[in-house]
């Protein structure tokens, strides 16, 4: 059992919307770390955060942003949301900044752009 | 850059077959490779780790292997049943100064389906 959690389970947005999604990281684990996955294709990586900032991110625009709060819970923000980032989004937790711990997956959220 | 390629895309075995997965990496510094499973509109399931001075990995039915001079991993599933049927992906981290990233570059899947 991984114990990361996010929420909520699926979502339908407008174009031009922003949006807001959490994760909870499994207990222990002090990183996270955002994954887009678009239908058919491999996971991409959008960030990470340890200890309450971004120390790594993936080819996506700044609309893309996050936070991590002082329980090492995440949220990711899309603003101005496109019709392509409709897809899956992971969010998963490791326990350890310089990235030494296996990462641990949740369930993801299913963003639909209408 | 780092571009992770997984052969075949899909596979449909009878229940009871050994298979085996391929993955290919362009790039040979990496500091772990990775396989998950994802069950259809699901989150991943971690399967096995490899660590890049490893040759292979065991679990249950599962064996991985890792071979970084070629940029090759497999993963082999023995007796092969129904319930692993899934999309299984492979994912690299790569090196970064002072260590690793928590960057997994993903490879596009191989939906494996086994008929009872």
């Known amino acids: 059992e991984t114990g990361v959690t996010q929420s909520p389970t699926h979502l339908i947005k407008t174009r031009g919307q922003q949006v807001t999604l959490r994760c909870s990281s499994q207990?222990?684990?002090?990183?996270v770390s955002w994954y887009q996955q678009a239908l058919g294709q491999g996971p991409q990586f959008i960030f990470q955060?340890?200890?309450?900032?971004?120390?790594g991110r993936g080819n996506f625009p700044p609309r893309f942003s996050g936070l991590q709060f002082p329980n090492y819970s995440s949220e990711l923000n899309v603003n101005a949301l496109e019709l392509d980032d409709s897809a899956l989004y992971l969010c998963?937790?490791?326990?350890?900044?310089?990235?030494?711990?296996?990462?641990?997956f949740g369930p993801g959220t299913r963003l639909t752009v209408t | 850059k780092q571009e992770v390629t997984q052969i075949p895309a899909a596979l449909s075995v009878p229940e009871g077959e050994n298979l085996v997965l391929n993955c290919s990496f362009t790039?040979?510094?990496?500091?772990?490779l990775q396989w998950f499973r994802q069950d259809p509109g699901k989150g991943l399931t971690s399967l096995l780790l490899?660590?890049?001075?490893?040759r292979e990995q065991t679990s249950g039915r599962l064996n991985a292997s890792l071979d970084k001079s070629s940029g090759r991993s497999t993963l082999y599933i023995a007796a092969s049943q129904p319930g692993d049927s899934a999309t299984y992906l492979c994912?690299?981290?790569?090196?970064?100064?002072?260590?690793?990233?928590?960057?997994?570059?993903f490879g596009t899947g191989t939906l494996l389906a086994v008929q009872p």
């Open positions: 998963a937790s490791s326990s350890s900044g310089r990235a030494i711990g296996e990462q641990y």
């Open positions: 207990s222990g684990h002090n990183t």
């Open positions: 955060y340890y200890r309450e900032e971004e120390n």
């Open positions: 790039d040979s510094a990496i500091y772990n």
């Open positions: 490899i660590q890049s001075s490893q």
């Open positions: 994912a690299v981290r790569l090196f970064n100064y002072g260590g690793a990233t928590n960057k997994l570059i």
